[in-house]
Antibody
Framework: EVQLVESGGGLVQPGGSLRLSCAASGFTLSNYAINWVRQVPGKGLEWVSAISSSGAKYFADSVEGRLIISRDNFKNTVYLQMNSLRVEDTAMYYC??????????????WGQGTLVTVSA | DIQMTQSPSTLSASVGDRVTITCRASQSISTWLVWYQQKPGKAPKYLIHKASNLESGVPSRFSGSGSGTEFTLTISSLQPDDFATYYCQQHKSYPITFGQGTRLEIK
């Protein structure tokens, strides 16, 4: 069974950092692109970042330069390092498995999410 | 960036109704469109890919159509489990973008 489990969320002050993790099981992580999608409670979905199976990285304009995405295929885990956090980064962060290795054909499996709260 | 616009934002309907949700792209995306269903407190669920291909296990009352810039999601006969929020998403190019969502509520 495919599973994605996020962790690492929490309360952080503006300007601070957090590292989110997405642990995968039930499939070979190295064969698929993995994405991060966030959602402010009660609002819509916003794609944040993706890393392809070959390591190509993509970011939304709103987070470009502040986030680093990486993957450890041996640990079957994808990481999202979030720096210079802003109040507007407050959201539930989901990791989501793409259907394909590179590019995207949609996200067929999602984790349960980890909540990031940026507040003084 | 490709902008995705859904309409309506909220749709009130009854069990058994046929409903249609529209999604428009700001430029042609061919059929690089996905539909998701999301229920409160849950992650989105992958429903339809490449505009019209039903994901395995999704009931046949769901269907998708369209290409280019205009797409529709139709539920032929609403069931109680279908009341949720629906999102379209383009994956023709990065950044990947979602529509703002359509909340389907019970009339």
């Amino acid at each position: 069974e495919v599973q994605l489990v996020e962790s690492g969320g929490g309360l952080v002050q503006p300007g601070g950092s957090l590292r989110l993790s997405c642990a995968a099981s039930g499939f070979t992580l190295s064969n698929y692109a993995i994405n991060w999608v966030r959602q402010v409670p009660g609002k819509g979905l916003e794609w944040v970042s993706a890393i392809s199976s070959s390591g190509a990285k993509y970011f939304a304009d709103s987070v470009e330069g502040r986030l680093i995405i990486s993957r450890d295929n041996f640990k079957n885990t994808v990481y999202l390092q979030m720096n210079s956090l802003r109040v507007e980064d407050t959201a539930m962060y989901y990791c989501a498995k793409d259907v394909v290795a590179s590019g995207s054909e949609g996200f067929d499996h999602w984790g349960q999410g980890t909540l990031v709260t940026v507040s003084a | 960036d490709i902008q995705m616009t859904q309409s309506p934002s909220t749709l009130s309907a009854s069990v058994g109704d046929r409903v249609t949700i529209t999604c428009r792209a700001s430029q042609s995306i061919s059929t690089w469109l996905v539909w998701y269903q999301q229920k409160p407190g849950k992650a989105p669920k992958y429903l339809i890919h490449k505009a019209s291909n039903l994901e395995s296990g999704v009931p046949s009352r769901f269907s998708g159509s369209g290409s280019g810039t205009e797409f529709t999601l139709t539920i032929s006969s609403l069931q109680p489990d279908d009341f949720a929020t629906y999102y379209c998403q383009q994956h023709k190019s990065y950044p990947i973008t979602f529509g703002q969502g359509t909340r389907l509520e019970i009339k």
